[in-house]
């Protein structure tokens, strides 16, 4: 109640403070028709090429979301009503003043949901250079950038079926998303073109690119999962020369947590068919024991510059075979190679680098001495690779390590690939005729495909089979977008009433009964700097709500769990490998008592270290960017992580509307247009 209270004088306060701008909804924006980024790459692809453009009718249109769109509008309708009704009648009784009323009733109120049209896509388009950010897929499937460009949901499976599913597959998709679940484009297309068919299965490489939070995990474990599960009985028997582990899959992703994530996901879809799926990130504590003191010195040195530490992984001689193994590619290359794989000797120079001046990635992985240990991973059985969030490890920070690890796999299985150098300059021409082959499935996987991305793709992985849904490049529908304006005093203040506004809104739907809330909304900040994560977070410590500081920094992150992202990360339905922190004062006989922000934390605050691939629980409902941010690929994924799976969530932007410094929030303004 007393939080009510407070929550009732919030919004009060909030009339008279003016720091929204505008409130610009993905049904609703007008905004003036900006291109996508486009890339001319495909062009003449595309020319040579016979189009079909997929187009489905709304009966047709794989679902969308967990909730059925047409119940959730109807739903919607009915709570805007009753809150409306239920407002009056308070205001009736001299419970809020009329202007008071105004806001909290347009301000709540969610855009009626847009059902998906999937419509052609616009293909003679003019690119100009500075438009070159995002490539462009020009229809839904196209087969490399030969004769053939062939496309389309047409045919494809809109229910996850037996076949091609096997029917524990079909159960555990069942179990972890519901009765009815239906795949989303992406995965239909991955169930059209990522399954065996008969005869020949050759190695084939695959491009997966599709909005956040449209279901790409899925779209690639099933058909990798399912291969793993139909050729089991063909499995070599582990000799007692080869090493450890042996995966016949290998998933990478960029960040520890999403590796984590992603084998927990990998798991709950193994109830009934088991395979074995190990993460490269997980804790399993073996010490190191036949180091001797300066090797250990030196690991230590290089557990603090990777953020391993205590109880990180370790192979043991003896491991088991394993079906999957996930992980980022820097913890897999010192799996394969050995720790300290990528030292060299000490030069003067490395003598004066302040290690906070290290880019992420490659610089980062480089240390200098000569300790290395045993190499322990065995590669020889590795059908699969996946590459999700393709274009951070395919980019120039991370593009070697990744390069390296790929041509690794294929040395182990008969085959050597070159890992010839880059040009450093995205302008730079790349030489032509590459086509590099592995010999296993590639998957590579991206929300966003920047036009450097597309071009490498052109050059080196010319017979790619890319298959990208309609939507691919913009922001969720079901996410809208809100721009706040800095008031001109302390941004850490604007940012909190931001947070309080938030949270009286949701007290505001309790107190009217119209929505089931039992919890406040959980917020996600994205910052730019660290040291700008630290201070906000200090600054709503002080004020009394409790929050999570992460940078790539953090302590947390090296204790080989996800435990610090909990109650913030969508737990697994099925199982009992995540659950989040109770809340305190929400139990199942109370539900509508309201959480209590100053003792769970209901705020997270980070930077793009969170922004990619993790699936973050739709109470995190409101993401709020505090920076400019740096491009529009990564203010894709920051926004994406609320808005997942048909789930609504708002994104908001902050930025100057008056003076200087306006022009960029303007310019930002558009392009998020462009995006919606
Ligand atoms: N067919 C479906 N129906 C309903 N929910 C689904 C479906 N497929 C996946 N999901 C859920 O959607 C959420 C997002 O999926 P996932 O993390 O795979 O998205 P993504 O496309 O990889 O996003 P990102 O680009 O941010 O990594 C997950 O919680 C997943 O369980």
Not at 199 to 211: D, I, K, M, V
Not at 385 to 400: I, K, N
Not at 623 to 644: C, K, Q, T, W, Y
């Amino acid at each position: 109640m007393a939080y009510l209270l407070t929550a009732r004088r919030t919004c009060l306060r909030l009339r008279s403070h003016e720091f929204v701008s505008g409130l610009h909804s993905s049904a609703s924006a007008q905004g003036p028709k900006l291109r996508p980024r486009l890339a001319k790459s495909l062009k003449p692809a595309f020319n040579r090429g016979r189009l079909e453009v997929a187009r489905f009718d709304r009966d047709e249109a794989p679902h969308h979301g967990r909730q059925g769109e047409q119940e959730q509008e109807v739903s919607e309708a009915r709570m805007q009503r009753q809150r409306r009704a239920t407002l009056a009648e308070e205001g009736r009784k001299g419970k809020w003043s009329s202007e008071s009323l105004e806001p909290a009733i347009a301000q709540k109120a969610p855009e009626p949901i847009e059902r998906p049209v999937y419509k052609r896509k616009d293909l003679d388009y003019e690119a100009t250079a500075e438009d070159e950010e995002f490539y462009n897929p020009p229809t839904l499937v196209t087969t490399g950038g030969s004769t053939e460009i062939s496309a389309s949901l047409k045919g494809a499976p809109t229910r996850f079926n037996t076949p091609p599913l096997l029917p524990g597959f079909v159960s555990a998709l069942r179990e972890t998303l519901g009765q009815d679940v239906r795949p989303t484009p992406i995965q239909s297309l991955s169930m059209k073109w990522l399954f065996d068919k008969e005869p020949a299965f050759e190695w084939n490489q695959f491009l997966l690119a599709s909005e956040t939070g449209s279901g790409k995990s899925i779209a690639y474990l099933l058909p990798v999962l399912q291969h793993l599960k139909e050729t089991e009985g063909s499995k070599p028997p582990p000799t007692p020369s080869s090493r450890p582990l042996n995966p016949r899959a290998i998933i990478l992703a960029p960040t520890h947590e999403l590796a984590r994530q992603l084998s927990g996901f990998a798991k709950s879809l193994l109830h009934s068919e088991k395979l074995r799926v190990v993460c490269a990130s997980q804790a399993n504590t073996k010490s190191q024991t036949t180091r001797d003191a300066t090797a250990s010195q030196m690991a230590a040195q290089f557990d603090s510059l990777m953020g391993g530490g205590q109880g990180e992984f370790a192979v043991h001689k003896n491991a088991h075979p394993v079906d999957v193994l996930v992980g980022t590619p820097m913890k897999i290359m010192e799996m394969i190679r050995g720790r300290g794989w990528d030292r060299r000797e000490m030069t003067e120079e490395d003598a004066t680098l302040d290690p906070k001046t290290l880019r992420r990635g490659r610089d980062k992985m480089v240390g200098v001495g000569k300790w290395r240990s045993k190499p322990e991973l065995g590669l020889e059985n590795v059908q699969w690779v996946v590459v999700d969030e393709a274009d951070v490890l395919l980019d120039p920070d991370f593009q070697e390590v990744t390069r390296t690890l790929l041509a690794d796999i294929s040395a182990a299985r008969g085959h050597q690939v070159p890992v010839d150098p880059l040009p450093t300059s995205p302008t730079e021409k790349l030489p032509e005729n590459q086509d590099v082959e592995y010999p296993f499935h590639l998957v590579l996987t991206s929300a966003t495909i920047p036009s450097t991305l597309a071009r490498y793709l052109d050059a080196y992985h010319p017979r790619l089979i890319r298959l990208a849904s309609p939507r691919l490049h913009h922001l969720p529908k079901t996410l809208q977008t809100e721009y706040a304006s800095w008031t001109g005093g302390n941004k850490n203040a604007d940012i909190e009433k931001r947070i309080r506004r938030v949270w009286a809104e949701d007290a505001l739907a309790v107190a009217s009964a119209v929505t089931p809330v039992t919890s406040l909304s959980k917020i996600l900040i994205f910052c730019n700097k660290s040291s700008k994560v630290e201070d906000l977070s200090t600054f709503l410590a002080e004020k009394g709500i409790k929050n999570v500081a992460l940078t790539s920094a953090s302590e947390e992150r090296k204790r080989g769990s996800n435990k610090h992202l909990f109650g913030f990360l969508r737990p697994l339905r099925n199982s009992q490998l995540q659950k989040p922190a109770p809340l305190s004062n929400v139990t199942p006989t109370n539900p509508g008592v309201i959480s209590d922000p100053s003792k769970d934390p209901h705020v997270m605050i980070t930077t793009s270290l969170l922004s990619r691939g993790l699936d973050f629980d739709p109470s995190i409902n409101h993401v709020l960017i505090v920076d400019e941010p740096r491009n529009m690929i990564d203010f894709l994924h920051r926004a994406g992580r609320s808005g997942r799976a048909g789930q609504t969530g708002r994104v908001v932007i902050f930025g100057k509307s008056k003076g200087r410094g306006s022009d960029k929030a303007r310019e930002v303004k558009q392009r998020v247009r462009a995006l919606v």
